[in-house]
């Protein structure tokens, strides 16, 4: 019983104590992945140039595209595991361990090959500007192209917390961070490496952080250990991972298509703007951490919940929640409003009032939106737990088609606060398919989970 008292049991006692204390990890990680991300753009921007901070920015789309690939197969792997830890099936949790392997690797090498020979070409279509490209196309060269260290991290920390284990993903990650920290500073202040020295930091740490806690995940819970008959292929588990993973694929390529063409927009407004959404963009990252992490949390929950057929948990579970999330939003949303200026500066050494000034507003606009990001962060996180990836998918496609219409149309008026205002007009319509889904849904759960690969057979 020892060995396993980091884990949590989603299906029994209070939602909302349970919901915290898995969240309350998450949270503190989050504040150390939020340092892991943003010590190259401090790094850079204190010890290289604007430039180099401005190369950094441009490759936000780019980068962003590729993790969030990543990040829907890894997520598959959360949901399943999730579920079948809600319904005591460890023969198939075995099973989905060595087949969670084969995912991240023929991801890491497919992803890995698209950003290394991609990478330039990506750039001139985005309209990267000629003085920084070539320290862009180097940085997604680097932590691209050695993606598979981010989808080893990722893979296993998805198995830990889909078992509700979200304590020792945390351990690993602040060493991640801290060693991120030591690195950025050995590779740019005393090598001198620029742009291609936090690229290797951050890919060095990766990689250690999910060599080390994949052999303690494995010495901690020998049930995930894989036996040699798990190593044998499953189809009714690949259809599983797809059926949820390429969803979650699709509608990270959705999102990013909306961020190519925004970046597109910025990169044509030129490099000082450019800077100005990276800090901005940074900024934004820190102010949604105290509801994100909450909101995230709902994908376990909801998974275990839903293997176990604990509807009525789900549904109590998510309305609570909610409460919780929004309340964090609008103390996050206080916050960016009267601090989002010098917050901005922590990433800047001596800006022009022109960059600080667009930055600014950039955090206060999105800031005011923040009770709707925090709703449909939490719905969709429910709805990839119960493996309703689809509605997530067309919640997408609303903020796709929201993002590029107005991130084209809004500038020619506003300049560039138009920019600022696409995305968070996106966040509240795609609230509507979601919302509407789970109201459909909880009217028969039982009914409407039949398809479900897992519930079938259970």
Same mark, same amino acid.
Request: charged fraction near 10%.
């Given at each position: ?9 989603m299906t029994q006692g209070s939602p909302v104590r349970l919901i915290i204390?898995? $969240? ?27 430039? +180099? ?72 279509? &985005? ?73 290797? +930091? ?9 060599? &080390? ?131 901005? &500066? ?41 493996? +309703? ?45 979601? $919302?509407?889904?789970? &109201? ?19």
């Amino acid at each position: 019983m020892a060995k396993s008292s980091a884990k949590l049991d989603m299906t029994q006692g209070s939602p909302v104590r349970l919901i915290i204390l898995f $969240a309350i990890p998450m949270l503190i990680g989050g504040v150390f992945q939020l340092m892991y991300n943003m010590v190259d753009t401090i790094v850079v921007g204190r010890f290289v140039s604007v430039k +180099a901070l401005a190369a950094i920015g441009a490759t936000s789309s780019t980068t962003s595209f590729l993790m969030m690939m990543g990040n829907g197969l890894t997520n598959a792997v959360s949901v399943v595991i999730s579920q079948a830890e809600g319904a005591k099936r460890q023969d198939r949790m075995r099973r989905c361990v060595t087949h969670a392997v084969y995912l991240v690797l023929l991801s890491g090498l497919i992803l890995g090959l698209l950003a290394f020979f991609g990478a330039r070409p990506m750039m001139n279509l &985005l309209g990267a500007p000629p003085d920084i490209i070539d320290q862009s196309v180097a940085y997604i060269q680097i932590t691209g192209g050695l993606s598979i260290a981010l989808l080893c991290y990722n893979g296993v920390t998805s198995i830990l917390r889909a078992i509700g284990d979200s304590r020792t993903p945390l351990y690993f990650l602040i060493f991640s961070s801290l060693l991120n920290v030591a690195l950025d500073l050995y590779f740019v202040v005393v090598l001198g490496g620029g742009v291609a020295g936090v690229a290797y +930091a951050t890919v060095i740490s990766q990689l250690a952080a999910a060599a &080390l806690c994949t052999v303690y995940m494995l010495w901690r819970y020998p049930h995930l250990r894989p036996d040699t008959g798990a190593w044998g292929l499953d189809m009714d588990i690949i259809k599983e991972y797809l059926r949820i993973g390429l969803p979650m694929c699709v509608q990270s390529g959705v999102l990013c298509v909306g961020m190519f063409v925004i970046t597109a927009v910025i990169n044509s407004f030129g490099s000082d703007i450019v800077a100005a959404y990276t800090v901005g963009a940074k900024v934004e990252q820190l102010a949604t951490i105290s509801f994100s992490n909450v909101a995230f949390s709902f994908s376990v929950y909801a998974g275990q919940n839903f293997g176990a057929k604990r509807f009525d948990r789900i549904k109590e579970g998510l309305r609570k929640g909610l409460v919780i999330v929004c309340s964090l939003a609008l103390i996050s949303t206080v916050v960016m409003l009267i601090f989002a200026k010098p917050l901005a &500066l922590i990433f800047m050494e001596n800006p022009s009032d022109y960059v600080l000034g667009a930055s600014v507003s950039m955090v206060r606009i999105e800031a005011a939106f923040f009770l709707a990001l925090g709703s449909i962060w939490t719905l969709n996180s429910a709805l990839r737990g119960i493996g +309703a990836v689809k509605v997530t998918l067309v919640s997408s496609i609303v903020e796709l088609t929201l993002k590029i219409g107005l991130s084209l149309l809004l500038p020619i008026f506003m300049g560039y606060i138009g920019i600022w205002l696409a995305a968070p007009i996106g966040w509240v319509l795609g609230i509507v398919p979601s $919302a509407a889904y789970f &109201l459909w849904w909880f009217k028969d759960p039982q009914g409407r989970s039949k398809s479900s690969a897992l519930t079938k057979k259970a």
